[in-house]
């Protein structure tokens, strides 16, 4: 057992950079898509996160795995798993696309890399999308080939990761526009760059093809950074609750639909696109998704953990639940993540947020991104 209290196998995968994140002192792990992800470093949440606001940090997110589908029918599949028309995708472009089953359910919402007019990435989430998309293109003799590259994403994440990015790779990369993509060279090999990440404080994902190459990546970027203040880092809770960013498994999951997650500006539904959930999200459509997710700002000084939903009421009547909450140091109040019910979901609707504590905090609906 480490001292992170995980049992080690090989049935969760280290990744290339795990050797570098245990030598810079990582405090715990996490487990997603069957890999280590680093949960914490600095001393506290709080240090960790105007540290992202300030400077930048270098971070192990490989277990964002890929989903690589080539071939001739390999936009079909795609499009077929998710209601966002991707019919106008730039090569070089990437798309935020909900994945949903025949009920309209979430099955994970990745990031789609258009790598060429026959060849996708789907960059997951925490769930099985590989099995699924080998299924769906057995099942319709689908023209394609569906594997796991060996693709292990380091991140480079916070408002200096421009200036660090263009010390280590030259000043090309600060024409990588939000959501696009392009190619560096390292020791003579040409790997993936997007600008873009799990945080709102910009920064780079670098998609590194071979991982036998992944302390050299890190020790390189590792080195250039000390001019930046770079620390080692990972998803910071605060940030991301602050920022709306939802995370699969805790404000969504297969019993979710797109709609509920305030993605149906992504959902083409008139019929001109047809995915595996059409009829059931066009269904959901027209009688009224009856509820959706929300920020909520609640008082009572800082809460405890969030490590099982918390009732949000009205009264005695619970209209949602919180799945992530936090102290926030910049807003001086509790954020927290929300599905609430269509009848309480306009911002400014006062609510009490009952904590894992005993405390009943008071507090109201919040739009997403917090302000």
Known sequence: MSSS?????????RTPYTDRVEQHGVRGFSVVNHMLLPKAFQPTVEQDYWHLREHVQLWDVSCQRQVQITGPDAARLVQWMTPRNISRARVGQCMYVPLVDDKGGMV????LLKLADDRFWLSIADSDVLLLAKGLALGAKLDVTVVEPDISILAVQGPKAEDLMARVFGEAVRSIRFFNFDYVDFKGTRQLVQRGGYSKQGGFEIYLNDSRMGSALWDLVWEAGQAFNI???CPNLIERIEGGLLSYGNEFTLENNPLECG???LC????TVDFLGLKALQRIAEQGHQREIRGVMFDGGPGPACGKPWPVKVGAEQVGQITSAMWSPRLKRNVGLSMIARSHWVPGQAVS???ADGVIRPGEVCALPFA
């Open 5 to 13: 209290g995980l049992n080690m196998s090989r049935r969760i995968r």
């Open 231 to 233: 620390t080692p880092g």
């Open 353 to 355: 947020v009952h904590c």
């Open 108 to 111: 994970n919402d990745p990031v």
């Open 268 to 271: 083409t539904l008139d019929g």
């Open 263 to 265: 993605m149906g500006k």
